[in-house]
């Protein structure tokens, strides 16, 4: 179905002055005001803060808690998040959120997906936002942020909220240094443009520049060089896999300033609940990928040059261990389940019982971390395997 192809639905004007107007304004005005006055550190570094502020309200306001609910927050941080997240010009929670859970349920999809990658770049960065393409909004798949009076409030009043952080702050800024129009062109205009599109290419380049090691069924990539213009979001492929994990980029050298602030949130009681992926899952997705990755470069080079049935059979015995070991986590996961229930209903037990129990879940947890660690290992076999697979090629060529 291409219904795009045929007529293109109208233009939406509002959308229009936004996205087209206010980029061309700020690249015409702010140089321009630049060589006739001057900017200072002042007004450079509160058009940063006020970067930081909305991107980070988006990331872990919009996206990791309301769109994914990727963990809890105080009412005190949601009306933080509201408010900054409405500075960002971006629609209000109830509309973005709900764009996104369809994004990510119908990811590439050309139709369905509102932002779809697959209809090209410029599409998904910002093409989707200039025409009505998505008609009479539906938040049927956004059910509880309806019933969350922060949402709703901030949708309700959405233009004023929006007015008042875009233009009513900057001004008093301007007040309060002297030069109104510097100020408001850098704090409020250059600033909400720079915003604006280093979130856009969450969903432009973001699928298209960057690699895959957790998944290939869609098109979200992983990015270290994103990730550090869109406030940790660009290890997008992981997003798309785990998408209620609070973090993105998942080791702790990986720039994710959104996880961090969510982790200094938990710790001063404004968050909790933060969803974490157990490590073997995600050790289970790279290996899973890594697999499909071989099996098909393994029939590359058996079409090539015969000769490849010993590393075949390698690979072969590896996929069996990877798939017990997944059999031995299942089961793992079941017994610590069924501790769990215990543990409630047996809460007044003896004391020898408890440390009984604490034994257990020791012996649990080695058993886990000895699985962890043994895919982590076959990782490393299955790349010396690969490596021998590019040796046969070369030799074979
Ligand atoms: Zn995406
Ligand atoms: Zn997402």
């Known amino acids: 179905m291409n219904g795009h192809d045929n007529k293109k639905p109208p233009l939406n004007v509002v959308n229009v002055i936004i996205f087209i107007g206010l980029p061309v304004a700020a ?17 450079w570094l509160w058009a940063l ?66 932002y779809s990658a697959r209809r090209g770049l410029w599409f998904s960065h910002m093409g989707w936002m200039l025409r009505n393409y998505s008609g009479e909004p539906d938040f049927s798949n956004a059910k509880d942020l309806q019933r969350d009076p922060v949402v709703l409030f901030q949708h309700q009043h959405y233009v004023a909220l929006t007015l008042l952080m875009n233009l009513g702050l900057p001004l008093l800024l301007g007040i309060w240094h002297g030069d109104i129009i510097g100020t408001v062109l850098l704090v409020g205009l250059l600033r909400l443009v720079v915003n604006h599109h280093v979130t ?4 432009s380049l973001a699928h298209f520049w960057g690699s895959r090691p957790y998944t290939e069924a869609n098109s979200a990539r992983d990015n270290g060089f994103l990730a550090l ?88 015995r590896e996929y069996q261990l990877f798939t017990e070991s997944i059999n031995q986590w299942t089961i793992l996961q079941a017994e610590r389940y069924e501790r769990t229930k215990v543990q409630l209903s047996d809460a007044l037990e003896e004391q020898k019982q408890q440390l009984q129990q604490k034994w257990e879940h020791a012996a649990l947890h080695t058993r886990l971390k000895t ?18 697979v590019h040796f046969h090629q070369a030799q074979m060529a």
């Open 200 to 203: 856009f290419f969450i969903n």
């Open 49 to 114: 803060a006020f970067l930081y502020l909305n991107g980070m309200s988006i990331t872990g306001g919009y996206h990791r808690l309301w769109s994914h609910n990727a963990y809890e927050a105080h009412p005190l941080l949601k009306w933080f998040f509201a408010l900054w997240g409405a500075g960002a010009l971006q629609n209000s929670i109830l509309v973005w959120a709900s764009d996104h859970r369809r994004h990510h349920r119908h990811v590439d999809d050309e139709v369905l997906d509102p």
């Open 229 to 316: 213009l869109t406030y940790g979001e660009g290890y997008h492929n992981y997003h798309h896999i785990f998408q209620k994990d609070y973090r993105n980029g998942i080791r702790w050298w990986q720039w994710d300033p959104t996880k961090w602030m969510i982790a200094l949130c938990q710790r001063v009681g404004l968050a909790r609940n933060l969803n974490r992926v157990p490590d073997f899952k995600i050790q289970r997705a790279i290996l899973d990928t890594a697999f499909m990755r071989a099996r098909y470069k393994l029939e590359q080079a058996h079409a090539q040059c015969k000769g490849t049935e010993t590393l075949r059979e390698m690979l072969e």
């Open 27 to 43: 690249l015409a005005l702010v140089p321009l005001w630049g060589i006739y006055d001057g900017y200072d550190s002042f007004q």
């Open 371 to 388: 699985l962890e660690y043994s895919l982590k290992m076959q990782r490393k076999r299955l790349g010396l395997l690969m490596e021998q």
